[in-house]
């Protein structure tokens, strides 16, 4: 044991430390360095941020998360703030806001912020708010035949291109339909093979594209360089293969991790689409193991 006296610097930092501790019960804060960069999809707090924007985002970065993921941009607003005003709101926290999820706009034409609709206007509120990825986050259940595939290539390719004008990248976010087969083709298998891989990067979904039988590295080893952003999500180990917190399922994250410079990952986001727990109960449960991992 070391007897010498701390400094005030070193008394400072380990009194820092402890007060986290208490602050965040069950966190390993002493583990926290592994995750210095680990983000949060800000989708799962969804019934929270309503209620108390500032005050749930508060305890997002108090738990540890450096990174959000930005959902439900409309007509110039992230809930409700001009991205000025947000990108303000998240220095004061300490948070950054690489990525943001987009939808096609196709079944909702008159909303604006879409890839069909005041496209421009949305990358330039991004780069704003200091996005460098821009992720369609979903197709709708009536966008989902092959001609619409066909068009959504077309469509990704010409929305990355503005993207990239502005200095950021477009990338495409799957669920499980996309690797169910039509017409002897996986719809997934199109959209790598017909966008330009420069231009349309993926935010491969881990436990979606598990839950359809895929094995994340070999995507990574047919596609290297693809995947630079990741959603970081457990399968529980029941019949039914909920969602459960980091960790506490199925996935073995650490395998998937080892991948992560074939797949080319630059930013990985917890997410959980429905939570058995408080939402930030979850994402702390989560936080505190994926700590374990070598990321």
């Not at 966190?27 to 210095?36: C, E, G, I, T």
């Not at 990825?133 to 929305?159: Q, T």
């Not at 080893?221 to 693809?226: L, N």
């Not at 293969?241 to 506490?248: D, L, N, Q």
Request: positive net charge; proline residues 5%; aromatic residues 12%.
């Amino acid at each position: 044991m070391n007897t010498q006296k701390l400094s005030r610097t070193d008394f400072l930092k380990t009194s820092a430390l402890a007060m986290a501790a208490v602050l965040i019960p069950n966190l390993d804060v002493f583990a926290s360095p592994a995750n210095k960069n680990l983000g949060l999809q800000l989708y799962t707090l969804r019934d929270l941020l309503p209620k108390d924007l500032e005050g749930t985002l508060k305890k997002v970065a108090e738990i540890g998360y450096k990174e959000v993921e930005m959902f439900g941009y409309s007509d110039g607003k992230f809930f409700g703030k001009t991205p000025t005003e947000f990108a303000a709101l998240l220095k004061s926290l300490g948070l950054k806001a690489p990525s943001g999820h987009y939808t096609t706009g196709n079944t909702m034409p008159n909303m604006k912020g879409t890839l069909t609709n005041d496209w421009k206007r949305a990358v330039d509120d991004a780069a704003t708010l200091g996005q460098k990825y821009m992720v369609c986050a979903y197709l709708f259940p009536d966008e989902r035949k092959m001609d619409d595939y066909k068009r959504h290539i077309d469509l990704f390719n010409k929305s990355a291109e503005t993207c990239k004008a502005a200095g950021i990248q477009f990338a495409y976010h799957n669920h499980d339909f996309e690797f169910k087969e039509m017409d002897g083709k996986l719809p997934y298998d199109m959209i790598l093979s017909g966008t330009d891989p420069k231009l349309v990067k993926m935010e491969l979904d881990l436990y979606w594209a598990s839950y359809a039988g895929q094995d994340p590295v070999a995507l990574f080893k047919k596609h290297p360089g693809r995947f630079p952003l990741w959603h970081v999500k457990d399968m529980a180990k029941t019949e039914k293969r909920e969602f459960s917190e980091v960790g506490e399922g199925s996935i073995n994250f650490q395998r998937i991790f080892d991948a992560k410079k074939t797949a080319g990952l630059t930013h990985y986001f917890v997410e959980q689409d429905i939570c058995k727990r408080p939402p930030l109960e979850s994402i702390a449960i989560s936080y505190r193991n994926l700590a374990k991992v070598s990321v």
